[in-house]
């Protein structure tokens, strides 16, 4: 059969000429049936040029929306294409609406593994955190203690000094008490009585 010449025309005269509402006409230009081009601001609908001639008795005429080629057929070899074409379209969209679902679970099986991992990424940068202000501050108390134990030192070593200076000093003293002593019995010794 020979391919029929198309022309194009706006949506709504196109679903008047096809006998389809204004919304089967959309659905099926996004489908891809019918062939559709814009013009401008404007969608412009394909259809065959020509009207097709009356069919035959028990015969129906359908145009091909892809390649605008009229065919004729009788009405039950219509119905069983129809019915076959239904099913076709029916089984294609419950693929389409299953590898959508499975698409669906695997982007939220990516989301909670990329959450899962931030999450742990999040808990060992804590934790490596904590570990270095822990011994950050352990280094710091370590520091805090050998000087403490350094003044500590310095300060026993001083009392010490202290102590071995009153030890000197009591000496010291003890011998002048002595001295001062040993002098007045020496004094009283030589001195006579009256």
Known sequence: ?????????????????????????????????????????????GIPATPAAAPAAGRHEITDLATGTAISMPEHELVAASMAAMRERESMLARVDRAEAAVAATRRRGVLAWAAATAAIVAAAVSVGHALAVRQHRDDLAARVAATELELAGALERAEDARCELEAARVEAATTVLDVMIGMAAAETTTPMR
């Open 1 to 45: 059969m020979a391919a029929a010449a198309v022309r194009y025309v706006t949506t709504a005269e196109a679903a008047t000429v096809l006998g389809i509402s204004p919304r089967t006409l959309q659905r099926r230009m996004a489908e891809g049936d019918i062939p559709w081009i814009v013009d401008g601001r404007r969608k412009l609908v």
